[in-house]
């Protein structure tokens, strides 16, 4: 039997017998806690008489898979620069609205700018720009020797439903298998704009996360 818990802001456990982590994610005072169904599923079970009602409960949230490098994109997609932070802060933002329901620009505005310059700076933020429009950015919420995962990704909704984020997933899928083995990423199940896109570069679904956002 192996558990394992990150306790923070987030808390995402993982394996079997995860009530244990009960007290600690009690004492946490957590934003979300998100991970495999089941570990979620467990753990909840035993902390809730002790956590605030979630105000979403997202299971059945599918996990996808990339181990097979895609054919190329041909985008202008790049590594981010401090440059673009200017650019990137109200669309990592806009991004973080839509898929949490929460503007971070209001809860903590010069906490998620620091999050956002942090990202940039560690290398785990691209971009494409078209005529200074983000055509498509995407960030590495993890990134461990098995697998990279991705978050946030997002095209400016004047430039949506032009092919952009399965081109540009396309090229960033095959750098980011360049330097680990695995591409992974969770998504909504009533997204399925971004399903088309990660089933369409040849994702494969696995296992189900669960989410509850407080």
Known sequence: ????????????????????????????????IIGEQGAVDEL???????????????????????????DPGETGLRAATLDDLELLVPACAAAHHEEIGIDPLRRDPEGFRWRTRAQIAERRSWIWLEDGVIAFKAEASAWTPSAVQLQQVWVDPQLRDRGYAKRAMRDLCRRLLEQAPAVCLFVRPENDAAIR????IGMQRTIAYRSLIF
């Open 1 to 32: 039997m192996i558990a394992l818990c990150h306790i923070g802001a987030n808390v995402v456990p993982s394996g079997e017998s995860c009530s244990s982590f009960a007290d600690a994610t009690a004492r946490g005072q957590a934003r979300m």
């Open 44 to 70: 909840w079970a035993e902390v809730k008489s002790r956590m605030p009602v979630p105000r979403d409960d997202r299971p059945g949230q599918p996990v996808y898979v990339l181990e097979e490098a895609p």
């Open 197 to 200: 896109v990660y089933e369409g």
